[in-house]
């Protein structure tokens, strides 16, 4: 199973980046998907995530109404947009795969990707 992340970069506080996830090796809408973030010196935290059908998606209080989750099926890729970024944000992302986004938010993930770095400046 491979999880391959991709769309980071530095970007100005305010800006707008979206990062892509792209599978192999599993069964793509068997899963949910998500995303969480590990800043310097702090825990990785949970961002996001979408159900297998894309029919329902839940968010970390901190992005709700900034970031958006969505999914290709067709392309086994799942997707983050990032709007009115913040320094804040700055950090590694991670996007995984677990049976439900419950189990990603808690966090109980069956596949986890490589990250990519996303620096915000301010």
């Known amino acids: 199973v491979q999880l391959q992340a991709s769309g980071g970069g530095l970007v100005q506080a305010g800006g707008s980046l979206r990062l892509s996830c792209a599978a192999s090796g599993l069964t793509f809408t068997s899963y949910a998907m998500g995303w969480s973030r590990q800043a310097p010196g702090k825990e990785r935290e949970f961002v996001g995530a979408?159900?297998?059908?894309?029919?329902?998606?839940y968010y970390a209080d901190s992005v709700k109404g900034r970031f958006t989750i969505s999914r290709d099926n067709a392309k086994n890729t799942v997707y983050l947009q990032m709007n009115s970024l913040k320094p804040d944000d700055t950090a590694v992302y991670y996007c995984a795969a677990g049976s439900n986004v419950e189990t990603i938010r808690a966090p109980i993930i069956d596949y986890w990707g490589q990250g990519t770095q996303v620096t915000v400046s301010s």
């Open positions: 979408i159900r297998w059908n894309g029919d329902f998606t």
